[in-house]
């Protein structure tokens, strides 16, 4: 709205108007929102440096053209945010929490800007998202003289199965360690185990801050071999739910179904 002469006066006059390095983060906002920053180099910089700034800043970067493009990319800096989250667990406690802090307000950014109306929506969107993109891992699939499949348990469980010649074994060969659909398959089965953990956790989250849902979206999670088992366990309780608990239960396709049946 400003145009770019305008903006460029408030850009370089930022310093002056904020008290310590405050401007660096509008700055870095700013060129993000304006696709001044390539994304690679972003997370580059990022993982180098771990930079919270600029993670911050990496979900409001214009998204890649074409819905199958854009919805991809979504994901990609989701996981990838997710993954400096993960990583802090290396770090004090003190800085874990600034690190989880900056990997929040990375997610709410990267919700705002995809059009979803909080975070809980992009999360359910995007792990939905990985259990499909890992779809033909759960059947069989051959590669040189062996079958390799994930199978998620009843518990939410992933394990990697090999079998030869009709045979299961108990793990896969070591001279197939190498083997790119075996690399593959490994980096599939710890991306499903993340995803069981990050569910859990979201959960838990969920419940404490008493989240609504709408049923549509609650029944999406069944649909996902790995969140499955943590949601179909859940009592939920209908929005205009009386407080003696009769519209409480577990949501099913039926409706809720309380625990006579």
């Not at 580059?44 to 053209?65: C, T, V, Y």
């Not at 348990?153 to 074994?169: F, I, Q």
């Not at 185990?193 to 419940?207: D, G, I, N, V």
Request: proline share 2%; net charge neutral; glycine share 6%.
């Amino acid at each position: 709205q400003l145009g770019e002469t305008n903006f460029k006066l408030l850009y370089d006059a930022a310093k002056y108007s904020s008290s310590g390095t405050a401007h660096g983060r509008a700055r870095k906002y700013a060129d993000a929102a304006l696709g001044k920053v390539e994304k690679e180099a972003l997370k580059e910089e990022i993982h180098a440096k771990r930079n919270k700034d600029l993670l911050m800043s990496i979900g409001l970067l214009p998204f890649a053209r074409g819905k199958k493009n854009e919805e991809e990319d979504i994901l990609d800096r989701y996981q990838f945010i997710q993954q400096y989250k993960k990583e802090s667990r290396q770090f004090g406690a003190q800085r874990r929490a600034s690190e989880g802090r900056a990997a929040e307000i990375a997610l709410r950014n990267l919700s705002v800007n995809a059009g979803f109306t909080d975070v809980t929506r992009l999360i359910l969107r995007m792990e939905n998202r990985l259990a499909e993109n890992s779809a033909d891992c759960f059947t069989w699939r051959g590669t040189e003289d062996i079958e390799l499949m994930i199978q998620v348990d009843e518990t939410g469980k992933s394990t990697l199965k090999c079998r030869k010649d009709g045979k299961v074994l108990k793990s896969v060969p070591a001279k197939y360690k190498k083997n790119e659909t075996v690399l593959e398959y490994q980096a599939t089965l710890k991306s499903l185990r993340e995803q069981y953990s990050r569910t859990r956790q979201m959960m838990e989250q969920a419940m404490e801050d008493g989240t609504v849902f709408e049923v549509w979206e609650f029944l999406e999670l069944l649909k996902n071999p790995v969140v499955r088992p943590v949601a179909e366990s859940l009592v939920v309780m209908a929005a205009d739910g009386a407080s003696d608990g009769s519209r409480m239960g577990f949501l099913t396709e039926a409706g809720i179904v309380d625990y006579a049946g």
